[in-house]
């Protein structure tokens, strides 16, 4: 049984990499084939499209951090706790990346036709961001009680 948990705690070091890049990446592809659809029927400002795609990045970042702040040697006493921090803050980087990329979609999509909405549209990714910005702080403050 502490070799399950040794492992489930390795798991749970790189949990908040891997599933932060997967929802950066999702959530980048996403707003991204907005903001290629959105420079077909526009005839300017294309960087504010591409900008706004890159958004989701940010979930990787919050992951590589959390991931150096819970390096240590697994044990079999400690090794639950690494995986429920990683894990948990894993799934919520992943799910706030997808959701972040669909809300810039969408901002993309409505700024195309009426450009000067461009940054109030922003909004709802940056309360995902927001979200993704509380399970990350959380996971830093809970990774430093780990004996």
Do not use: C, H
Request: net charge neutral; proline share 3%; glycine share 16%.
């Amino acid at each position: 049984m502490s070799d399950l948990i040794v492992l489930l705690g390795w798991l749970g070091i790189y949990a908040p990499v891997a599933m932060g890049a997967l929802g950066s990446a999702i959530g980048v592809a996403i707003a991204g084939q907005a903001a290629i659809g959105a420079m077909l029927e526009t005839d300017g400002g294309y960087g504010r499209f591409v900008g706004a795609a890159a958004i989701p990045s940010s979930n990787v970042i919050y992951g590589i951090v959390v991931m150096f702040a819970l390096q240590q040697p697994v044990t079999g006493a400690n090794g639950g706790a690494l995986f429920a921090i990683g894990g948990l803050l894993g799934v919520a980087l992943l799910y706030t990346g997808v959701w972040q990329g669909r809300a810039l979609a969408s901002a993309i999509a409505a700024s195309k036709n009426k450009a000067e909405i461009f940054g109030l549209a922003l909004a709802p990714a940056a309360i995902v961001e927001g979200f993704a910005v509380f399970a990350f702080v959380f996971a830093l403050v809970v990774a430093g009680g780990i004996a």
